[in-house]
């Protein structure tokens, strides 16, 4: 069965982008922006607590 499944699939980019960009949108709010920044840093292991630092004072 899978075997004839499709390999790809297309969607158009009118219909996705504006959710894409609302959601990354929402990710980056200044309201959401040390969560997400936190979780971006500890995803890096170690390293992250300084990225994390370091990506706060760009914000």
Same mark, same amino acid.
């Given at each position: 069965?899978?075997?004839?499944?499709?390999?790809?699939?297309?969607? #158009?980019?009118?219909?996705? /982008?504006?959710?894409?960009?609302?959601?990354i @949108?929402?990710?980056? +709010?200044r309201?959401n922006?040390? #969560?997400?920044?936190?979780? /971006?840093?500890?995803?890096?292991?170690?390293? @992250?607590?300084?990225? +994390?630092?370091?990506?706060?004072?760009?914000?």
């Amino acid at each position: 069965m899978l075997a004839d499944h499709p390999k790809t699939m297309n969607l #158009r980019e009118d219909v996705v /982008l504006p959710k894409v960009r609302r959601w990354i @949108g929402g990710l980056f +709010h200044r309201d959401n922006i040390d #969560r997400t920044v936190g979780t /971006l840093a500890g995803s890096q292991g170690d390293a @992250g607590s300084d990225r +994390h630092e370091s990506a706060k004072r760009v914000w």
